[in-house]
């Protein structure tokens, strides 16, 4: 299985990069304007948000889960849902796709969270039954018929601005996340890049060999 996660992982990076300028494309399937009806139909809702904005000014997070009613599953799902305000704040729709039918995420909303369930969601879950939106992303372990926790923040020209994957028992950050999404929106807005651990009240450096010194000496006093 570890072997197989590695070949995965190489293989998903190496199949999305196009090209080191043209950025990361995204398949059509979740790119915010690009979203087809069929697969919104398979969509669950149970709180706030209306429907996956297919409008091309969201940002979309897309997180691929392993399976319901395991162990590190529901507290992603419940860690994104929770924070699904912060995200709609910053113009920004979250997503959380599975390879179990719209069915089985009914019950597991149903659930109470003390039992591993989710309870009320305020983001949306979508059925990748028949697994092509996992394997178009390059997170599905074919074998076992499994996707890995993929996280995809997808821009509103379906370009992925970030790409990551977990091995199936560790988590991802929803605050790390969020940081990301404010990151990548404040370079497109400013026109300057964010360094290391940036913060929306922390500096940032303008990219040319002459002005980033005055970053630079700040931050090295």
């Given at each position: 299985?570890?072997?197989?996660?590695?070949?995965?992982?190489?293989?998903?990076?190496?199949?999305?990069?196009?090209?080191?300028?043209?950025?990361?494309?995204?398949?059509?399937?979740?790119?915010?304007?690009?979203?087809?009806?069929?697969?919104?139909?398979?969509?669950?809702?149970?709180g706030?948000?209306?429907?996956?904005?297919?409008?091309?000014?969201?940002?979309?997070?897309?997180?691929?889960?392993?399976?319901?009613?395991?162990?590190?599953c529901?507290?992603?799902?419940?860690?994104?849902?929770?924070?699904?305000?912060?995200?709609?704040?910053?113009?920004?729709?979250?997503?959380?796709?599975?390879?179990?039918?719209?069915?089985?995420?009914?019950?597991?909303?149903?659930?109470?969270?003390?039992?591993?369930?989710l309870?009320?969601?305020?983001?949306?879950?979508?059925?990748?039954?028949?697994k092509?939106?996992?394997?178009?992303?390059?997170?599905?372990?074919?074998g076992?018929?499994?996707?890995?926790?993929?996280?995809?923040?997808?821009?509103?020209?379906?370009?992925?601005?970030?790409?990551?994957?977990?091995?199936?028992?560790?988590?991802?950050?929803?605050?790390?996340?969020?940081?990301?999404?404010?990151?990548?929106?404040?370079?497109?807005?400013?026109?300057?890049?964010?360094?290391?651990?940036?913060?929306?009240?922390?500096?940032?450096?303008?990219?040319?060999?002459?002005?980033?010194?005055?970053?630079?000496?700040?931050?090295?006093?």
């Open positions: 299985m570890a072997a197989a996660v590695g070949r995965l992982l190489r293989g998903s990076v190496a199949r999305h990069v196009n090209a080191i300028s043209g950025g990361i494309s995204a398949p059509t399937t979740l790119r915010p304007a690009a979203c087809g009806r069929t697969h919104l139909m398979n969509i669950l809702w149970s706030s948000s209306p429907a996956f904005s297919t409008s091309s000014s969201y940002r979309a997070p897309a997180v691929t889960q392993h399976a319901p009613y395991t162990f590190v529901p507290t992603e799902i419940v860690a994104f849902s929770d924070k699904a305000n912060e995200f709609h704040d910053v113009n920004c729709e979250v997503v959380g796709v599975s390879v179990d039918s719209h069915f089985t995420h009914l019950a597991w909303i149903n659930t109470p969270r003390k039992n591993g369930g309870g009320h969601m305020n983001i949306a879950l979508l059925s990748d039954l028949t092509q939106i996992s394997r178009d992303y390059g997170v599905l372990l074919e076992p018929g499994l996707a890995l926790r993929g996280l995809f923040i997808i821009d509103p020209n379906g370009v992925i601005k970030h790409l990551s994957v977990n091995d199936l028992p560790v988590g991802r950050s929803v605050e790390e996340t969020l940081r990301l999404v404010k990151a990548f929106q404040f370079v497109e807005a400013h026109g300057e890049v964010c360094p290391a651990n940036w913060t929306p009240d922390s500096p940032t450096i303008k990219p040319n060999p002459t002005a980033s010194k005055e970053y630079f000496e700040k931050v090295n006093q």
